[in-house]
């Protein structure tokens, strides 16, 4: 059966749903984004922090025998405790009062190496400064301490990344919002699918696809055969016309591919379509729902 429009199968209204499911999904996008987005915003601003100057690892290295230790309070040592040993050292600004630096001065250091609580951070300038360890002992005598990297300050503005704060109490109302664009995305690709049926294969005509491949008409005619590649179980389907009709003189009966046929009666497609539409309507007002709430615990926080 051939069906030229939704309005035979008495389904009239089906054209409506669609456009009023896209009409609101385009204001529930429009929403979403736009709730999301001071969501995020905030969040990015948690995770990329404010961060002033830079410290410059510089290849040439100096004695700092003499040199006094950096004010108390500008930098400390951090490491990770791994199996006896020590890895990731590395040299961290901690300025009272000021942002955290861009980034962290790594160390060179030997795992096993147990004087990592004598490292000390001394100032060879004003905004300059060498990592240094005191040196071990030989013959009695107290050699000057072993410089292990010298760095400079430079003072510009930046970002840094946090990791600690991704995973924060703080991000709660970001995944939130994520849940509300997951949401959106879904109700699209529902009123996407049902797109598909309403708007082009409800013309489609009603066969049966026999197990051999061969597609007859309701009344036993042989209508075509499907290729193997389509992959379409045996049993109702729907066919589109325009692929009944395009073969030439050599073949007896065309053969239809894949995007041309689908499984299933006009009514259970029709169902489908109808269910999808219902679907994508009540994701994309949940969307709108829960993104707000993201924004509103992001502010209430």
């Known amino acids: 059966m051939t069906i030229h429009d939704v309005e035979d ?17 385009a204001a529930s996008t429009a929403a979403v984004l736009l709730l999301s987005f001071f969501t995020l915003r905030r969040a990015a601003r948690d995770v990329f922090v404010e961060c002033r100057g830079d410290l410059v690892t510089e290849i040439t290295s100096r004695d700092a025998a003499g040199a006094s230790l950096a004010p108390p309070g500008d930098f400390r040592v951090a490491y990770d405790a791994e199996k006896g040993g020590y890895e990731n050292v590395r040299v961290v600004a901690t300025r009272e009062g000021a942002p955290p630096a861009c980034n962290d001065v790594e160390v060179p250091w030997l795992h096993d190496d147990s004087r990592i609580w004598r490292i000390d951070v001394r100032q060879l300038a004003p ?3 060498a990592v240094t360890v005191p040196a071990h002992e030989t013959g009695g005598r107290r050699p000057p301490p072993e410089t292990l990297v010298v760095f400079r300050r430079v003072d510009r503005p930046g970002h840094r990344f946090v990791p600690a704060n991704v995973l924060s109490p703080g991000q709660l109302p970001s995944v939130i919002t994520l849940v509300a664009l997951g949401a959106l995305a879904l109700g699209l690709g529902r009123a996407r699918r049902a797109a598909a049926y309403a708007t082009r294969m409800h013309r489609w005509t009603e066969a049966r696809l026999r197990p051999d491949g061969l597609l007859e008409s309701e009344g036993g005619t042989a209508l075509g055969t499907v290729d193997r590649g389509a992959r379409v ?15 030439d003189v050599y073949r007896g009966l065309p053969v239809i591919v894949r995007g041309r046929i689908a499984a299933g009666s006009h009514e259970r497609w029709l169902e489908g379509t109808m269910r999808r ?11 709108t729902f829960v ?5 509103l615990a992001r502010l209430v926080g």
């Open 233 to 247: 179980p045996a049993g109702p389907v729907i066919v589109d016309q325009d692929a009944l009709e395009g073969h």
């Open 9 to 25: 199968r008495g389904n009239a209204d089906v054209r409506t749903r669609l456009s009023w499911t896209f009409a609101l999904l």
């Open 291 to 295: 993104a707000s709430a993201g924004l």
């Open 277 to 287: 539409l219902r679907d994508a309507r009540t994701l994309a007002i949940l969307a």
């Open 127 to 129: 905004d300059r400064f």
